[in-house]
């Protein structure tokens, strides 16, 4: 069954019960005893089938949700290794460029005895 | 001599220009979209904490009132959990759990899917910052060495034709170098982004399946106290209601509910339209990274959308609490 369809029989549960639950009132109220207990049957009923709905739509939800965390959790590791690796890049450019630093500095003072 | 040295460094000079071609397209990415989005992730995700959160609180109203008013008899023995099968699993006795059982157990997958959404688009926030590759950094790099060698000229008394800065390796290099992180760092977001978009998307139509979820339970949730406030109003007389302060209470009660479940409808709404937007953001980052020309105002939209969202929220939790507090 299709997440559709079960929104479909969740709203039609939900408005058949909101319908026994007028007509249960009424039939009270009109003082029509042995209706209005069949009514409040049929809501009682209609209230467990509405209660286990929910409930089973909530453990498929929970069941998939269970299975995604692992996927968000793989795709926080693999930005963090990107992370780690362009700052790990950053650290060596700065070696290289100290490095050659040196070299230009070496440069520098041999071109002051070669002139 | 020194001439000789300056054409040599000339050329090397030219480097970072080429490479500047070479590389075309490897600026640092603009941080702020990245910014933006995370914002709206976090912002929905904790709306839809709190969603669940005032939900729970909703459920656990039902069950205490359909508890309360059943004609069947009821027992209370079947809500107490001491049915433990085995450790650290404790089973509802009764025929069915509670429905406010099952959100607070949700509630903890929800956190766990949240947070760790919310880590994914912070280090993305971390990968387009312009923290991580500074500019400043390798700009100081650069200059500290050319401060150096500029004072060891002056010391050494090299005679440097005037106007002239003497090209350096060091400086260079620092250009090259940070054109070339710019072009690992874009192709690591552009493929990362790439790779998270299905998860990104599934992440998203989970949110907004438990939003048309929650949506369902409060509808079920408003029905039985709202027909326990027409019962309590109707069981008065007509003719006593006006002075009736029963009636008055009902009445009030259920516009105020009414007014409290349109508000959590409306912010629900708004977090569903979020969730819908968000893939797209997504996928607008990703042109963001790979320097396409996108519609940022979208994500500017979406992070918009997601402040309004957190605004509906807040109202709803001081509402909520002023409500608490007049008991």
Known sequence: ?115 | MIDKLLKTKKARSALPTVLAILLAGCAAPNPQPFQEYAAAVKEAGDSLDQVLLENTTWSKDEFEQLQMTSTNTVRLQDSVLLDESAPFTVQFPGKQEPMFYKLQDARSTLLAMNDAAEKYVDLLVTLAGSELVSTNTFASMAKDTESDLNSIVSTLNVKVPSGNAIPLFSVASSEILQLVIENKREKALVRILNESQPSVEGYCQKCIQLLEILDESLITDYRVKAMALIDTFDHIAPAERATSPAARQALENLLQLNSDYLALENSMREAKGVYEKLPQGHQDLLKTAESQPTGLAGIEALYQQAQRVKSLYNELNSASSSDAKKG
């Open chain 1, 1 to 115: 069954m299709t997440n559709d369809q079960v929104d479909q029989g969740f709203w039609a549960l939900h408005n058949g019960l909101s319908q026994a639950q007028l007509m249960y009132m009424d039939l009270r109220d009109a003082g029509d005893a042995a209706n209005a207990a069949k009514a409040q049957s049929r809501m009682t009923a209609l209230q467990g089938q509405v209660d286990s709905l929910l409930s089973k739509q909530l453990a498929d939800w929970q069941a998939g949700a269970e299975t995604l965390i692992p996927q968000l959790t793989a795709l926080s590791n693999q930005a963090q290794q990107a992370v780690t690796s362009v700052s790990q890049d950053v650290s060596i450019a700065q070696n290289i460029v100290s490095a050659l630093g040196v070299l230009d500095q070496l440069i520098a003072a041999g071109a002051r005895f070669l002139s």
